[in-house]
């Protein structure tokens, strides 16, 4: 039987009206919110609910994204940015007008596993209820207890959303809700001992780990939620979020070394960085040991790519290409005070990139987002105290390609290098801070590009290897480095291209003329309580050269910012029992409580002595008071705060003068040709002799 044409368009219209009536009728069921179901009522005032629920908290990280910086806790206005635009967090504490306090269980329980609100408005899955779903009902009970009964109430009105078009319209998160939301509650693996079934609960639940660690697909979506069917490979694979890149979390190990990190946000292979130092402050130094231990347990065992980390018994030493590439020489100047030049770092204070899993990473987004913005530890009870790594934006982007590629080469198990054009386009995402400074260090990386440059590179090395490539000239512990930072390129710290332009000069003091083989040596003899190099040797020739290197176009009379290092007000008066207590709070632990210096695991020495018998010795400036103290205020310590390059200084001219006062009138070598300082002009009254 055929249609006729007249009756076509009808049949297709009733066709059409059909389709539309279904389409409508699912996306009304679609978009239907699912019922809030009450269940049995959860007891008030329940201490040891309420002492659950606290540790649900933590272990769910409620803090980090529902606190404002600065803002009362919990209390949300926390904005969180999504490629789609901003998204402010939630007030959940009990405020009935703005907060929880209106609710019911049952509305909560139906936002934690449906992401939907007690209003019936839809939440944006950046409030990870699809992890939040597979929560016991024990614990999604303690901690509604938690919040309920012992979170204090405050009065913050929540703000909307600001998501571009159509990203606005929340009735899409419905069908989202409908294709990616597994609301199914944990389902533990019979196969699997307790063990990692409490690891795979925690991760896979309160944890949310996937919410950053697991990439993510068209939709925005965590293209697994756990380990096991299909795509599973995908579930905690790693994810760059926010420019950071979420580390492959799959094989993680080994156990003890992952409970390490979690519990103390640093251990042997590096440091945790980004929005991890916040989960690490708010949420897993709290966790019980055996839920670290559980954790470590399950990520160690799924089946991933993730290569063994070497052993690190041993230091494989300084990288051939250190002396010999520009991005080698680079890394020497800015990054070995602290990372050292093998790379390993300095154990609970700067961390080693000699199989840091960051350095090794696939994808470099996080190495670009610490050195262009910088980065903090996270102040965990173990380490009480942050360490800073100031940003390093005002390096070309070229400079920080060739540092990266450089570290990534030595330390970076196969990692590719990092392009120029990587740098520029992190560079123009982050928009970070350029330190404004008028002074302009020397690049060492520049040093390749001259003729003489197999002399100048080991003249440059002779100041930062003193005691090591002259043992016969250091009686002490000392490098020239030891005080002239960043091989002599730091300003305020005595920069080599100020002190260079200065010789030689007549000493009104000495009551003679010093030229730069004296004053090096000089330094042999009073701060290295060692012997002078002979005029006419190499090693006295490269140091002198790498001095006139450095001092460039500089002129006697030419006023270089950052020259030397400052002053200290002579009216103040030093309190040498304060000095003691900022000595132990902010020196001892790169020092030694007792001065001694500190060394790594070969017996090494790390950062000298600052008294006893392998320290700089009483014919040295430090040994005077206003000196020292100057030097202090300027340069101490490294890592406490974003200062430009090694986060240096930080006292206050008190404490500065105060810990000068301690220190410098401890017991340390004497110089036997003191007596001859001042034929001239009187002795310093801050002078030790």
Request: with cysteine.
């Amino acid at each position: 039987m055929t249609t006729t044409p007249s009756r076509l368009p009808r049949r297709l219209a009733l066709a059409a009206a059909a389709i539309v009536l279904a389409g409508g009728a699912a996306a009304a069921w679609i978009a239907r919110a699912p019922a809030v179901v009450e269940g049995a009522a959860v007891p008030q005032h329940d201490a040891a609910l309420i002492e659950r629920g606290r540790y649900v908290a933590q272990l769910g990280d409620c803090v980090a994204c529902h606190t404002a910086p600065g803002g009362a806790a919990l209390a949300g206005g926390r904005a969180l940015e999504s490629p789609f635009g901003t998204i402010w967090s939630t007030n959940i504490t009990p405020d009935a007008a703005t907060g929880l306090g209106g609710w019911s269980f049952g509305a909560f329980e139906r936002a934690m596993r449906h992401g939907v609100a007690a209003d019936g408005h839809r939440l944006y899955p950046a409030m990870p209820y699809p992890s939040y779903a597979k929560l016991s009902d024990e614990d999604m009970r303690a901690l509604w207890a938690y919040l309920r009964d012992e979170v204090t109430p405050v009065a913050a009105a929540n703000r909307e959303a600001t998501m571009r078009f159509p990203f606005n319209l929340r009735a899409g998160l419905a069908l989202w809700n409908a294709v990616f939301a597994d609301t199914t509650p944990f389902v533990p693996d019979a196969t699997k001992d307790a063990l990692w079934n409490r690891g795979a609960y925690l991760v896979q639940g309160p944890g949310h780990c996937g919410a950053c660690h697991t990439p993510r697909g068209l939709a925005f979506q965590e293209k697994a939620m756990q380990g096991g069917g299909s795509g599973g490979r995908q579930f905690l694979a790693g994810s760059v979020v926010e420019d950071w890149h979420a580390v492959d979390l799959r094989g993680l190990g080994p156990v003890a070394d992952t409970v390490e990190l979690l519990k103390t946000g640093q251990n042997r292979f590096g440091a945790v960085s980004g929005s991890m130092t916040e989960v690490i402050l708010h949420s897993t130094q709290h966790f019980r040991d055996e839920d670290l231990l559980a954790i470590a347990t399950y990520l160690a065992a799924l089946p991933g790519e993730r290569p063994a980390p070497a052993e690190r018994t041993a230091s494989r030493g300084t990288p051939e290409t250190s002396y010999t590439t520009r991005g080698g020489l680079g890394y020497t100047q800015f990054c070995t005070d602290c990372h050292r030049a093998d790379g390993r770092g300095v154990k609970g204070v700067f961390p080693a990139l000699d199989g840091n899993p960051t350095v090794a990473a696939r994808d470099p987004a996080t190495l670009l987002h610490l050195t262009l913005t910088g980065w903090k530890t996270a102040a965990t009870e173990r380490h009480p105290r942050v360490y800073t790594m100031p940003g390093f934006a005002r390096l070309g982007d070229d400079e920080i390609a060739e540092i990266l590629s450089f570290v990534r080469a030595s330390w970076g198990g196969g990692a590719g290098p990092v392009s120029t054009e990587q740098v520029r386009q992190a560079r123009t995402r982050l928009d970070p801070t350029v330190e404004a400074s008028k002074f302009e260090t020397p690049r060492l990386a520049a040093l390749l590009a001259e003729p003489n440059a197999e002399q100048l590179v080991r003249g440059m090395r002779l100041n930062a290897q003193t005691r090591e490539l002259l043992p016969e000239h250091v009686g002490a512990d000392m490098n020239c480095s030891s005080c002239h930072l960043n091989a002599g390129t730091v300003s305020g710290g005595s920069p080599y291209v100020g002190v260079a332009a200065f010789f030689p000069s007549y000493a009104p003091r000495a009551g003679k003329v010093i030229t730069m083989e004296d004053r090096i040596n000089g330094c042999f003899r009073r701060s290295m309580n060692g012997k002078p190099l002979p005029a006419d040797s190499p090693d006295l020739k490269a140091m002198v050269a790498y001095f006139d290197w450095m001092r460039g176009a500089t002129q006697k009379g030419d006023q270089v910012p950052g020259r030397g290092i400052g002053k200290i007000d002579p009216k103040l008066v030093p309190d040498p029992v304060n000095g003691e207590k900022v000595y132990a709070a902010q020196c001892a632990v790169c020092h030694g409580a007792n001065g001694e210096g500190l060394h790594d695991e070969a017996g090494r020495m790390v950062y000298p002595p600052l008294w006893g018998e392998r320290s700089f010795n009483l014919g040295a400036g430090m040994a005077r008071t206003y000196t020292a103290a100057a030097f202090v205020k300027r340069n101490m310590p490294v890592g406490f705060h974003e200062k430009f390059p090694l986060g240096q200084g930080g006292l206050s001219d008190q404490e500065a003068l105060d810990v000068a006062e301690y220190f410098s009138h401890q017991p340390r070598p004497d110089f036997p040709d003191k007596v001859k300082d001042w034929p001239k002009d009187p002795k310093p009254k801050d002078a030790r002799y």
